[in-house]
C-alpha cells in the first residue's frame, strides 16, 4: 500500500512517514503541490494527505486538480492540516475530500489506523469527516 | 455625493418649471397675459437666487431641506393661482414635486408617489363630477385648487423626505452590518491563523513524543519512558489546551457557529465513550451506555461530541468512578445523562459550575487535572442548540449527574 503525503513542513512529512513505514506502508513524501501532483501521477498512490497552507500552490488548488485528474479523482484526499475544521471543513468536503483532519489531533498511530480503513473508503467513497475532538 | 444628487434634482426641476412657463408663453396670445408671463418668471427667478445663493449656501441640510419644501410650496401655490384661469395647461404643476421624486427615488418609491397623488386627482375629479365643488368662476374655485395642490405637494414632498430618510437610515444599517461582518471575518481568520501558528509546533512534538513513547524510534530505559509520558500527556494537555481557548475567543467573538445536521445522539455517545476507552489511562473505568430509543436530530455533531467528551472527561478525571450514561427521550426534546459515582457537588458551587474556569475551588487551589473551560463551553454549545445544560447530586447520596436536553426541533 502506499501513501502519498504532501506537506512543506520536513518535521511533519518525516514524522509521519516514519511511523507508516513501521507499519509495513510505502509513505511518498512531495514538500510542495507541484511536486505532489507529479508523484500522484506517476505513483498512483492508494491515500495522499494534504496540507492546505503550502506556497505558491495551496491545498486546495492541490485538491481541486487532483479531483479533476479522470486517473487521480478516485483516490481518497484527506487534508491533513493544523487549520481548524470550521475554517476550511466545509469547503475541503465540498471538493471532495474523503476527510479533514488537524494535525495537533491525529498522532502518527492515527494516521496509520486512517490509512487501512482507508482501503474501505475505496469500495465506497461517500465522502466523510472525521470527528474532530 | 447626496449633495449633487441634489442639485442635479434641482436643476431638472426649475428645467420643468421653465419649460411649462414657456409652453404656457407660446400658447395663443388671448389665452394668456404677458403681464403674468413676466411676474411668473421674475417670481421663478428670484426664487432660484434666494435658494440658491442664502438659503442652500447658509442653512445646514435638514433645516434647508424643510426651508426648501415650505419655498417649494409658496412657488407652486402662487403659480397655479396666477394660472389658474388658463385650464388643464397649469395642471402639469401638479406632477413638479412628484417629477422631482421621481428624478431622485428609486422607481417602485416615485411611482408610489405618483399614484398617491392621482388618486387626489382622481378624488378632485369625482368631488367635482357630483358638483360638490364650487363653480370654476367663483372665487373659491382658485381657493379650493390651491388647497388641493399645496396639499400633494406638502404630502409629495415629506414622503419623498421620510423615504429618503429611511433610505439613508438602511444604507448605514448595511454599512454598519457590513463592517461589523468583515470584522467578525477577520476576527475568524486570526483565530485560524493563530490556531495554525499554536498547532504547527504542537503537532510535531506531540507527534515525534507518541512514537518515542509507543517505541517505534527505539527501546527506552525505564527512566527515560517514564519521562516521555510524562511530556506525551502534557503535549496532548496543550492541545486541548489550545483548542479550548481557540473555542472561549470563537465564543467572544461572535463566530462560534453550529454546523447542524440530522444525526443521532446515541452514536455520537457511543462515539465519545470509544475514543475515551481507547486512550490507556482510563483502563480501569467502566462506562456503561443505557441507550434509549431516539429518532434522528438536527444538531451540530462536532460539538455535540465535545460536550460529550467534555462531560465523560470531567466526570472520569475527578471521581475515578464507573460511568453511567443514559440517554432518553423528553416531551420536547432528548436527554442526556452522565452519571458518576464520586463525591458529589457542594450546593454553593451548582451556580458556578458552567462559568469559565470554576473549578470548585479558588484559584490557589486548582489540581490542575483540566483548563477549567470544558464545561464553560459545553454550556455555550448546548445554549446554541436552544437547550439546557444542568448538574444535580444524585438522590441515594451518591455522586452527581450532568445532563443536557436538546430540543427536538
Redesign the interface.
Known sequence: MKVLIIDD?K??LK??S??LK?GGIEALQATDGQAGIKIAREQKPDVIFLDI?MPRYNGFDVLKDIKADPELKQIPVFLL???????S??KVKSLGAAGYL????????MILDIVKSAATYKENPNPQ?E??? | MRNRTEKIVEIATWVVIIIVIFGVRFLPVKLLDNDSVYILIGGIASFALLYYLVIYKYFARPRRIYLKIIADVVLIGVLIHLLKDYGQYFFALYFLPIAAAALELEFINALLIATIASLFVVFEIFLSSQSLLPERNQYFSGVWQIIIILFITIFCRMLAIQIRQERSAKEESILKQKSLELEAERQ??F??LT??QL??P???I???V??LN?G??GKLTSKQKDAVSEIHTNSVRM?DL??EL?SVS?IQAG?F?L?KKFSRINDIVQ?SVD?LCKSKQNNNIKIKVEKGDLSPINID??KI??VM?NLLDNAIKYTKTDVTIRTSAAKDGQVVEIIDQGVGIDQADFEKLFQPFFRGKNILELDNKGTGLGLYISRIIIEKHGGQIWAKNNPDGQGATFSFKIPAM
Open positions: 513542513e518535521g511533519v514524522m509521519y516514519e511511523y513501521g497552507i492540516t493544523n487549520l481548524p475544521a470550521e475554517s471543513g466545509d488537524v494535525k495537533a489531533q491525529y498522532e502518527p498511530k469527516s470527528p474532530i475532538k | 475568524k481568520e483565530l485560524s490556531s495554525h498547532y504547527t504542537l503537532s510535531i506531540r507527534g515525534f507518541s512514537m509507543d517505534t524510534l492541545v489550545v483548542n481557540l470563537r463566530t457557529t454546523d462515539g475514543s455533531p462536532n461530541r465535545q467528551l
